[in-house]
């Protein structure tokens, strides 16, 4: 217990064996033991009753029926057999005596009867066990003067074969039945519900007790389990398939050491609702057949075993059995049947399901918001503000004059199709920084142009955090707007704009060109 500690660690501990068990909480105390539907050592606990005259049948097929008894009857049939077909035809060998008289003459010298030294019963049956199994002692024999000796010769040949060729090889077929070889292979007394990458599995263990194989093994399982249709028909010992891995090839065996078969418990499984409490109420009986062609004779062998609900331990995983040996792997089969105990959810795979499906109370619609739904409302805030905080700064930068009406239009439609751009590419949820190289080209241009350099154009520069780039936002902007910057000189008293001058003499000359032809 030590060793398994080690390997599998303190939350692995044993407390259960086969040959040790203590009540669990799957055992119900008290309760009834059911009749099964397979027994242990495979046998089908069902017997035919009230036949009627469909027991000819069982004549039509003499030697599968001859096969299919018991040893005692076949010894018993095998006998009788023998004794009855030397009797008889030992009497007629001796009504052939009688008739001709060779009874009385036969010791006469002169006389040539049909067998000769054939003088009575025990004579006649001597002869016929010298001739049927050919000893021929030649004391005994035929003569060529009895035609119809002949004859019954000849039948007593034909009938002798097919008499050897039935009953010996009802007997051979008997001996070589590969039900003995079933006996070798083994299956666990348990089977365990636990754990198995991730997911919920029943699992039950194989194993082969003989050095020779099993050829082409494949294993399968079905549940018995009586039920009730929709539509109100009840279906006694209704038989289910257990699938044990036939689509992943998982049920095609390489038995040359114990193996543990396993099946998954999802939506498809009929142990969908099976939880560790109502284990406790359930009925069923899951059967498995191992079939496999025995290497030494090449008949198909089956073994069966079956696993009633009381058989079946919830969180439970069995021993390991093999260990590696000095060039070569040992199979210790005292702990073949031995299980322990493991963390396991009491719980079946629909109310896992059910309850991973069910809403976090944390996550409500008026949750604030973090993480990335949060950054993205940022960036869509930050985006309009940052067009704001350029009108800001237009509005009010030192080389900011009155434009002439066709270049404000222009500049206006330019910053109404900026606005619509930046919303649209936040509303699609991208990662995007706003920056001037998002606008179109048209509208850097106009806004180089138009607006002062120095006061009125973002400048977006690249800072250097670290040794890693990172390009400012305009979010970063907009924060950086927030902090306080060096404000422009105060425009003087004598300025053209306090003073009541005209705006148009600050423009370039082809401007107040422009404007004085308007």
């Known amino acids: 217990m030590a060793a398994l500690r080690r390997k599998f660690g303190e939350d692995y501990q044993v407390v259960n064996t086969t040959n040790n068990r203590a009540p669990t909480f799957n055992s119900a105390p008290g309760k009834k033991k059911r009749q099964r539907f397979v027994e242990k050592n495979g046998r089908c606990n069902v017997q035919h009753g009230n036949l009627g005259g469909e027991t000819s049948r069982y004549l039509s097929d003499l030697f599968t029926t001859l096969v299919d008894l018991k040893w005692r009857w076949n010894l018993l049939i095998f006998i009788l057999t023998y004794t009855i077909a030397w009797l008889v035809m030992a009497s007629m060998w001796w009504v052939i005596a009688y008739i001709r008289g060779d009874l009385t003459h036969g010791r006469d010298p002169s006389y040539t009867p049909c067998v000769a030294n054939v003088y009575n019963f025990p004579s006649a049956f001597l002869f016929f066990i010298e001739t049927e199994a050919t000893i021929g002692y030649g004391h005994r024999y035929i003569t060529e003067k009895c035609p119809e000796g002949i004859i019954l010769f000849l039948f007593q040949s034909l009938l002798g074969s097919i008499v050897d060729a039935f009953l010996i090889g ?85 038995l040359v050491s114990p193996l543990t078969i396993c099946h998954e418990i999802n939506t498809k499984s009929p142990f969908f609702d099976l939880s560790q409490r109502s284990l406790m109420n359930e009925q069923f009986e899951i059967v498995v057949i191992l079939e496999g062609i025995v290497e030494t004779t090449g008949m198909t062998c089956q073994a069966r075993t079956s696993y009633t609900e009381d058989e079946v331990l919830w969180g439970h995983r069995f021993l390991p059995v093999m260990s590696l040996e000095e060039g070569f792997f040992r199979v210790d089969y005292s702990q073949f049947h031995n299980t322990f105990e493991v963390n396991t959810p009491p719980y079946s795979i629909r109310e896992f399901e059910e ?154 000359a082809k401007l107040r060109k422009m404007a004085a032809d308007r």
């Open 355 to 508: 309850k991973n499906s069910l809403p976090s109370p944390v996550s409500t619609p008026t949750q604030a918001l973090t993480g990335d739904s949060y950054g993205a409302r940022r960036d869509r805030v930050f985006s309009v503000d940052c067009i704001n905080a350029v009108e800001e700064r237009n509005r009010h930068g030192g080389g900011g004059g009155r434009l002439p009406s066709k270049l404000q239009r222009i500049s206006s439609s330019g910053k109404e199709d900026l606005q619509r751009k930046v919303l649209l590419l936040n509303s699609q949820h991208s990662e995007k920084a706003c920056s001037t190289g998002d606008l179109p080209l048209k509208l850097q241009r106009l806004s180089s142009s138009v607006v002062n350099e120095a006061e009125t154009r973002l400048q977006l520069k690249s800072l250097k955090v670290g040794f890693e780039p990172m390009t400012q936002s305009t979010g970063d902007l907009y924060q950086q707007s927030l902090q306080p910057t060096p404000c422009p000189s105060p425009m003087p008293m004598h300025s053209p704009l306090l003073s009541g001058g005209r705006p148009e003499d600050k423009l370039p």
């Open 170 to 254: 009802c007997m051979f077929i008997k001996m070589s039945q590969p039900k003995k070889r079933a006996e070798t292979l083994m299956f666990s007394q348990d089977a365990v519900i636990s754990q198995r990458d991730g997911k919920m599995c029943l699992m039950f263990r194989v194993g082969n007790l003989r050095n020779s194989h099993m050829v082409s093994a494949q294993i399968r399982c079905k549940v018995i389990k009586s039920r009730q249709t929709p539509e109100g028909e009840f279906l006694p010992l209704d038989q289910c398939e257990l699938d044990v891995g036939f689509g992943t090839g998982a049920d095609q065996l390489f």
